[in-house]
């Protein structure tokens, strides 16, 4: 062209196979914008599971495991105590597991034993649940515990639910004791005080005890005596009866 340099080069196309390729799913190749971090949910997928805590450790295995020495047969005893409801399978881990923590409780009578292990079992047969072995550490969470608890309220079933709840507590502490209240310590009522009886009122009785006659004279000053002199109590004196006392009379050799 006129009054200019007209400069044409020769582009040659790109072939097919050196374009650049892309990879499946359209995720942009490396250096391009592309992120090099792994895929998260494969390595969720395969990120290997927590290690069990100290807690399930030790409520971990054969409930036989948690009998502390010396409660082999208490545990023999009680695991065999039957539970309505749930499968055989549920059933059996249920009475094995309730048996062998009320091992790790105050030794009581045989009959309370008893009942405090029914009662556990049917609380993981009937509430729990599930494929056995059972979780105990979820399964004796309070909140779960108070379920139950309420269930039987809901449903009319609550007759001794205050005992119920005793032996559920008590076994939940063993797990979890600082999600229970404390236990209640029972304490022996005190008796009652009374005055002590002053020189005046001691003698009005024995002035009265001497105006009777025959046994009744002799029974009434032993009784005194026992009292004020020997220091009986009154449930030892409420004890006696009247056959109890005897009179004799020795007669003195000239």
């Known amino acids: 062209m006129c009054g200019g340099v007209v400069l044409m080069a020769r582009?040659?196309?790109?072939?097919?196979?050196?374009?650049?390729?892309?990879?499946?799913?359209?995720?942009?190749?490396?250096?391009?914008?592309?992120?090099?971090?792994?895929?998260?949910?494969?390595?969720?997928?395969?990120?290997?599971?927590?290690?069990?805590?100290a807690l399930e450790l030790r409520w971990a295995g054969d409930?036989?495991?948690?009998?502390?020495?010396?409660?082999?047969?208490?545990?023999?005893?009680?695991?065999v105590l039957g539970v309505r409801g749930g499968t055989k399978q549920q059933r059996e881990a249920a009475a094995r597991t309730s048996a062998a923590m009320q091992c790790r409780l105050p030794e009581r009578a045989?009959?309370?034993?008893?009942?405090?292990?029914?009662?556990?079992?049917?609380?993981?047969?009937?509430?729990?649940?599930?494929?056995?072995?059972?979780?105990?550490?979820?399964?004796?969470?309070?909140?779960?515990?108070d379920e139950y608890l309420e269930r039987l309220a809901t449903t009319g079933r609550d007759r001794g639910r205050h005992q119920i709840q005793g032996q559920?507590?008590?076994?939940?502490?063993?797990?979890?004791?600082?999600?229970?209240?404390?236990?209640?310590?029972?304490t022996s009522p005190r008796p009652r005080r009374h005055p002590a009886a002053g020189d005046r009122a001691i003698a009005d009785w024995y002035a009265a005890a001497g105006g009777l006659s025959g046994e009744h004279r002799s029974r009434v000053l032993l009784l005194l005596d026992l009292a004020l002199g020997a220091g009986a109590r009154a449930r030892e004196i409420g004890g006696l009866r009247g056959v109890h006392i005897t009179e004799h009379r020795h007669r003195r050799r000239a």
């Open 11 to 53: 582009f040659r196309a790109k072939t097919k196979s050196e374009t650049p390729s892309k990879p499946a799913g359209g995720a942009a190749p490396v250096g391009q914008g592309a992120s090099t971090a792994p895929d998260v949910q494969n390595v969720q997928a395969f990120a290997p599971s927590p290690a069990p805590s």
């Open 63 to 79: 409930p036989a495991s948690w009998v502390p020495v010396g409660q082999e047969a208490r545990f023999e005893r009680l695991w």
């Open 110 to 145: 045989h009959g309370s034993d008893v009942t405090a292990a029914r009662a556990v079992s049917g609380y993981l047969v009937r509430h729990v649940g599930g494929t056995p072995p059972f979780d105990v550490v979820r399964a004796f969470r309070r909140p779960i515990v």
């Open 168 to 186: 559920l507590y008590s076994v939940g502490r063993l797990v979890h004791p600082h999600e229970y209240p404390p236990a209640k310590r029972l």
